[in-house]
């Protein structure tokens, strides 16, 4: 069983950064991939970035690509999603989530593939 823990959300102007941490319970850490995804009101749940232990390949949804990079250190069980040039759209729930083993291209947007999750962290983006 894997928890996780988010943090790190909150209030910010469009062009403001934030960075969200994303706490692992298990020792075993480095086993597992790591996505974050977001829910905004009225919508769906959607994949924004994962990454891969071993070869840090990473993934991104293509409206965060070149603002958002996801990140992890193993030795503290934490993923990281740093957030630059926030903008109104971001506004959402943010979701951490693990799952045991790699993650490929076929895979890592699709929230089904993933076992845990995290209870989310709110991030609001005022324009």
């Known amino acids: 069983q894997v928890q996780l823990v988010e943090s790190g959300g909150g209030l910010v102007q469009a062009g403001g950064s934030l960075r969200l941490s994303c706490a692992a319970s298990?020792?075993?850490?480095?086993?597992?991939?790591m996505g974050w995804f977001r829910q905004a009101p009225g919508k769906e749940r959607e994949f924004v970035a994962a990454?891969?232990?071993?070869?840090?390949?990473?993934f991104y949804t293509d409206p965060v690509k070149g603002r958002f990079t996801i990140s992890r250190d193993n030795a503290k069980n934490t993923v990281y999603l740093q957030m630059n040039s926030l903008k109104p759209e971001d506004t959402a729930v943010y979701f951490c989530?693990?799952?045991?083993?790699?993650?490929?291209?076929?895979?890592?947007?699709?929230?089904?593939?993933?076992?845990?999750w995290g209870q989310g962290t709110q991030v609001t983006v005022s324009s």
């Open positions: 990454t891969n232990w071993g070869s840090g390949s990473t």
């Open positions: 989530a693990a799952k045991m083993g790699l993650i490929n291209y076929s895979s890592y947007y699709r929230d089904s593939s993933y076992d845990y």
């Open positions: 298990r020792r075993t850490f480095s086993g597992y991939a």
